[in-house]
């Protein structure tokens, strides 16, 4: 039988003063640091966790209803799942973790209307209670969002979608205020450019919105899809799903549903990439190549050996030297931005030269300076670098900067001769749940060392 729910958010982390020792624990852990001696091959098995970026849309998307939303396969540990935990829970939904992966979020009533400052600026992705609590309530207060600081970040495309949809909207002093008193109205939406949020904002939007809203030039991740299946769980009607023009026929009421995250494609990639560059076998549990297609061409053109069993998938590096491979980011089904960092440090070590353009972000270059404090050699041409491959990478003191920038450092360092300290990654506890104890599961030499060390 499961234990009763423990509302364990609502006690450590709402914004009450009981949510003290949460924040003083991530306040430690900012100054954590990882220390890597690097030179091991990776051999095991690594289990693949619940998508972070799946699991944020679909907490938010409990707004909707009044009835529990049971959230299976999630990264409970994320600090990005604590936060936007925090953020609901300030709104008045009821978070419990009945087991270590599972999720119960109820939005029986909607007690306050104001995503504040001191949660959001912590994740961008705070912004996607905008839609649903202005569709569910017909006000909402959201401050502009902080978060990773890969380029200028607007929130344009979900302003805009919102104010078609009928919305008034201001900014001030830092809030995004949206009301829409008689509801929000289905509306046709072309996006001048994908957004994932965007999408993921204005569809759950849709859901409670009076007719039919058509989003064209719409995001195509998987995590969409994965919304996309939970909002028509909880009774929402939805077509097109994984096009770029999704259908969405509003009705009055929402219902609670049951729906498993999918697993971490990013977490996956990256582990693919760790095989192809420190050699070795790894086998990754409970993961979906499908979801990785750009992935694969790039990764067996510079070595690796990939094959799957079943929902595992295995890959190891065919044994001869690294061979060099040009990549662009693009929106999905194109090569993930959140993998470009990887990518590019097994570059750093390749036979001859790769080139990797990123079309996304501006500024997501800042893990460059960082390698090459390692011995890589790579120059930056505007949205483009070239890598030219070396011998070898040598071990040094470096700074992670941003989540994807961090995991490859963190991968950098497990090749590089010697010792590896890498320094603020409260950016990797974002993202990446149990990084060392996964990674030394396999073979690595890698330790956390708490902040006073
Ligand atoms: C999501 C992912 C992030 C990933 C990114 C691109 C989550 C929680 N985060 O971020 O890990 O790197 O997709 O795959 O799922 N833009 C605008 N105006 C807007 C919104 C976006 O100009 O209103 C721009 C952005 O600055 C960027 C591009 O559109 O240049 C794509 O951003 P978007 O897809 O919205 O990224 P996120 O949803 O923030």
């Given at each position: 039988?499961?234990?009763?729910?423990?509302?364990?958010?609502?006690?450590?982390?709402?914004?009450?003063?009981?949510?003290?020792?949460?924040?003083?624990?991530?306040?430690?852990?900012?100054?954590?640091?990882?220390?890597?001696?690097?030179?091991?091959?990776?051999?095991?098995?690594?289990?693949?966790?619940?998508?972070?970026?799946?699991?944020?849309?679909?907490?938010?998307?409990?707004?909707?209803?009044?009835?529990?939303?049971?959230?299976?396969?999630?990264?409970?540990?994320?600090?990005?799942?604590?936060?936007?935990?925090?953020?609901?829970?300030?709104?008045?939904?009821?978070?419990?973790?009945?087991?270590?992966?599972?999720?119960?979020?109820?939005?029986?009533?909607?007690?306050?209307?104001?995503?504040?400052?001191?949660?959001?600026?912590?994740?961008?992705?705070?912004?996607?209670?905008?839609?649903?609590?202005?569709a569910?309530?017909?006000?909402?207060?959201?401050?502009?969002?902080?978060?990773?600081?890969?380029?200028?970040?607007?929130?344009?495309?979900?302003?805009?979608?919102?104010?078609?949809m009928?919305?008034?909207?201001?900014?001030?002093?830092?809030?995004?205020?949206?009301?829409?008193?008689?509801g929000l109205k289905g509306?046709?939406?072309?996006?001048?450019?994908?957004?994932?949020?965007?999408?993921?904002?204005?569809?759950?939007a849709a859901c409670l919105a009076a007719g039919e809203t058509?989003?064209?030039?719409?995001?195509?991740?998987?995590?969409?899809?994965?919304?996309?299946?939970?909002?028509?769980?909880?009774?929402a009607q939805i077509?097109?799903?994984?096009?770029?023009?999704?259908?969405i026929k509003g009705i009055k009421k929402l219902?609670?549903?049951?729906?498993?995250?999918?697993?971490?494609?990013?977490?996956?990639?990256?582990?693919?990439?760790?095989?192809?560059?420190?050699?070795?076998?790894?086998?990754?549990?409970?993961?979906?190549?499908?979801?990785?297609?750009?992935?694969?061409?790039?990764?067996?053109?510079?070595?690796?050996?990939?094959?799957?069993?079943?929902?595992?998938?295995?890959?190891?590096?065919?044994?001869?030297?690294?061979?060099?491979?040009?990549?662009?980011?693009?929106?999905?089904?194109?090569?993930?931005?959140?993998?470009?960092?990887?990518?590019?440090?097994?570059?750093?070590?390749?036979?001859?030269?790769?080139?990797?353009?990123?079309?996304?972000?501006?500024?997501?270059?800042?893990?460059?300076?960082?390698?090459?404090?390692?011995?890589?050699?790579?120059?930056?041409?505007?949205?483009?670098?070239?890598?030219?491959?070396?011998?070898?990478?040598?071990?040094?003191?470096?700074?992670?900067?941003?989540?994807?920038?961090?995991?490859?450092?963190?991968?950098?360092?497990?090749?590089?001769?010697?010792?590896?300290?890498?320094?603020?990654?409260?950016?990797?506890?974002?993202?990446?749940?149990?990084?060392?104890?996964?990674?030394?599961?396999?073979?690595?030499?890698?330790?956390?060392?708490?902040?006073?060390?």
């Amino acid at each position: 039988m499961p234990q009763e729910a423990e509302n364990i958010w609502d006690k450590k982390v709402s914004p009450s003063p009981e949510s003290e020792p949460v924040q003083i624990q991530a306040q430690k852990f900012g100054m954590d640091k990882i220390r890597i001696i690097g030179g091991r091959r990776l051999e095991g098995t690594i289990p693949v966790s619940g998508a972070k970026n799946a699991a944020l849309p679909l907490m938010c998307a409990a707004l909707l209803s009044d009835q529990p939303l049971h959230l299976t396969n999630m990264p409970s540990s994320l600090h990005d799942i604590r936060t936007l935990s925090a953020v609901l829970a300030a709104l008045g939904v009821q978070v419990t973790m009945p087991k270590e992966h599972d999720f119960i979020l109820q939005a029986k009533l909607i007690k306050s209307n104001i995503a504040p400052y001191d949660l959001v600026r912590k994740m961008r992705a705070s912004v996607l209670v905008l839609g649903p609590l202005l569709a569910r309530t017909g006000y909402a207060e959201v401050s502009l969002p902080g978060g990773c600081a890969i380029g200028t970040r607007p929130v344009d495309l979900h302003i805009d979608g919102l104010k078609a949809m009928g919305a008034q909207i201001v900014l001030e002093d830092g809030y995004v205020k949206a009301r829409a008193p008689d509801g929000l109205k289905g509306v046709h939406i072309d996006f001048p450019k994908v957004s994932v949020g965007a999408t993921e904002n204005l569809m759950m939007a849709a859901c409670l919105a009076a007719g039919e809203t058509v989003l064209s030039n719409a995001a195509r991740e998987p995590e969409i899809i994965d919304l996309g299946e939970c909002l028509i769980a909880m009774g929402a009607q939805i077509e097109g799903l994984g096009t770029p023009e999704i259908r969405i026929k509003g009705i009055k009421k929402l219902h609670g549903a049951v729906h498993s995250v999918i697993p971490d494609r990013i977490e996956t990639g990256t582990w693919m990439i760790a095989a192809c560059l420190t050699g070795g076998t790894l086998k990754l549990k409970n993961a979906r190549l499908e979801h990785l297609t750009a992935l694969i061409d790039p990764l067996e053109e510079a070595g690796l050996k990939i094959a799957c069993e079943g929902t595992d998938i295995i890959v190891h590096r065919n044994g001869r030297p690294l061979t060099g491979a040009d990549i662009m980011t693009a929106p999905y089904p194109g090569f993930p931005t959140d993998l470009q960092a990887q990518f590019m440090t097994m570059l750093t070590l390749c036979e001859g030269s790769g080139m990797v353009t990123e079309t996304i972000f501006e500024n997501r270059f800042m893990h460059v300076p960082e390698l090459c404090r390692l011995g890589a050699n790579i120059k930056v041409h505007g949205h483009s670098t070239i890598i030219r491959g070396v011998e070898k990478l040598k071990g040094a003191e470096v700074m992670a900067t941003d989540l994807r920038a961090s995991v490859a450092l963190v991968l950098a360092a497990l090749v590089a001769e010697g010792e590896t300290v890498i320094n603020r990654i409260y950016h990797l506890d974002r993202g990446y749940e149990n990084i060392v104890e996964k990674l030394r599961a396999c073979g690595a030499d890698i330790v956390r060392l708490s902040g006073g060390e």
